[in-house]
């Protein structure tokens, strides 16, 4: 597994993870709202209300996760890099082109700057992604 964490200035009350070869952002519907994101094919934005930064720590792993706490979405990556970000920042990260599930949760929601946990993983066959540290 590798991990990396970063800060990240938050606008908008979203981050988005995205593939930066397919930039079609997805458009919020009522019920995306409430569930506090939304998933398209290869870009997933989370809703963060009243946030204005995060603490992200991104984890990619070899094998399947194990966690019923956190939120987990189908995540396409068409290229070799993805994109963590919102409006104002921004953080590019080398993966593997597949598919992989995303996992994401909220922690830390009392305090001042939340943390962002995000995990991903490869979907079916083949062998784990790669992010630079």
């Known amino acids: 597994m590798n991990r990396i ?17 397919f930039a079609d ?6 019920a995306d709202v409430a569930r506090g994101f939304v998933s398209h094919q290869s ?3 989370i809703g963060l209300p009243d946030c204005v930064a995060v ?11 194990s966690s019923d706490r956190a939120n987990e979405v189908p995540l396409h990556a068409r290229s070799d890099r993805i994109m963590i ?12 082109p597949g598919s992989y599930l995303l996992r994401f949760e909220i922690t830390d929601h009392a305090a001042e700057i939340p943390t962002m946990r995000l995990d991903l993983a490869p979907l079916g066959q083949g062998g784990s992604g790669h992010v630079p540290i």
């Open 25 to 30: 952002f997805p458009i919020w519907t009522d």
């Open 85 to 96: 970000a919102s409006v104002p920042d921004e953080r590019e990260l080398n993966v593997r």
């Open 43 to 45: 870009h997933v934005a």
């Open 55 to 65: 603490h992200v720590i991104f984890a990619l792993h070899g094998g399947a996760l």
């Open 5 to 21: 964490a970063f800060g990240l200035a938050v606008s908008h009350a979203q981050v988005s993870v995205f593939d930066l070869s």
